[in-house]
């Protein structure tokens, strides 16, 4: 897909998004809305597929229909939690599917002792899933509210701007380190190490912060 359509397709779907956003619950003009924005992420190839090699394919297909057909109703049912201003639509959607619903999906599949090793051992790792109904949320709180404020004060020499706290809502958000790297006109191995030492420093406290807003 060529640059330009990327960004046509990108326009759609923020503009999908919000004039449901605008509409009551139930309302026709609300599920025209999603019905375009929900036809239009399928159609678009945008779509990621995680974990691919990690499955034959046959169960492949089983657990990502599961995990896409629960996106899609998620997305339908929870569209007023969309923030054009954080994330694209796309952005928004292959992350609650990487993190979130292809995991509870391989969960149905196999169980809770199967899924150890085939997801992010990061930062979406540091509180279990069963402790929240929605884990992307608690995070982003955790992250935002920085109740001590320990996430910006941990950032770059001479770099305030890249705090720990300002990557760690990036990375929630899906950006790939050559895309922030660039944002901060640093180098991405500056960037991501600075990251994981953070991570390892405040793994504690973002868990503990993490169960609290679980509560």
Same mark, same amino acid.
């Given at each position: 897909?060529?640059?330009?359509?990327?960004?046509?397709?990108?326009?759609?779907?923020?503009?999908?998004?919000?004039? %449901?956003?605008?509409?009551?619950?139930?309302?026709?003009?609300?599920?025209? %809305?999603?019905?375009?924005?929900?036809?239009? &992420?399928?159609?678009?190839?945008?779509?990621?597929?995680?974990?691919? !090699?990690? @499955?034959?394919?046959?169960?492949?297909? $089983?657990?990502?229909?599961?995990?896409?057909?629960?996106? =899609?109703?998620? &997305?339908?049912?929870?569209?007023?939690? #969309?923030?054009?201003?954080?994330? !694209?639509?796309?952005?928004?959607?292959?992350?609650?599917?990487?993190?979130? @619903?292809?995991?509870? %999906?391989?969960?149905? @599949?196999?169980?809770?002792?199967?899924?150890?090793?085939?997801? $992010? %051992?990061?930062?979406?790792?540091?509180?279990? =899933?069963?402790?929240? +109904?929605?884990?992307?949320?608690?995070?982003?709180?955790?992250?935002?509210?920085?109740?001590?404020?320990?996430? +910006?004060?941990?950032?770059?020499?001479?770099?305030?701007?890249?705090? @720990?706290?300002?990557?760690?809502?990036?990375?929630?958000?899906? +950006?790939?380190?050559?895309?922030?790297?660039?944002?901060?006109?640093?180098? &991405?191995?500056?960037?991501?190490?600075?990251?994981?030492?953070?991570? $390892?420093?405040?793994?504690?406290?973002? +868990?503990? #912060?993490?169960?609290?807003?679980?509560?």
């Amino acid at each position: 897909m060529n640059p330009t359509l990327i960004d046509k397709v990108d326009i759609l779907l923020q503009q999908l998004a919000t004039t %449901a956003q605008q509409y009551p619950n139930l309302t026709e003009q609300r599920q025209l %809305a999603l019905t375009k924005l929900v036809n239009t &992420i399928v159609q678009s190839g945008r779509l990621h597929h995680p974990q691919r !090699s990690q @499955f034959s394919l046959d169960v492949y297909e $089983d657990i990502y229909n599961e995990a896409l057909q629960e996106l =899609l109703l998620y &997305i339908c049912q929870n569209i007023d939690k #969309y923030n054009p201003e954080r994330a !694209s639509v796309m952005t928004w959607v292959n992350f609650l599917l990487e993190r979130r @619903f292809f995991r509870e %999906a391989v969960q149905k @599949f196999f169980g809770q002792q199967h899924i150890t090793n085939i997801t $992010d %051992a990061h930062l979406n790792n540091l509180v279990p =899933l069963e402790e929240s +109904k929605n884990l992307t949320e608690i995070l982003i709180e955790c992250i935002e509210s920085d109740p001590e404020d320990i996430f +910006k004060k941990e950032h770059i020499r001479e770099y305030p701007q890249a705090n @720990f706290q300002a990557l760690a809502q990036q990375r929630i958000l899906g +950006k790939s380190w050559k895309e922030i790297a660039t944002e901060y006109n640093l180098n &991405i191995s500056t960037v991501s190490q600075f990251y994981y030492r953070c991570l $390892d420093k405040l793994a504690e406290k973002i +868990k503990t #912060y993490c169960q609290d807003y679980a509560l």
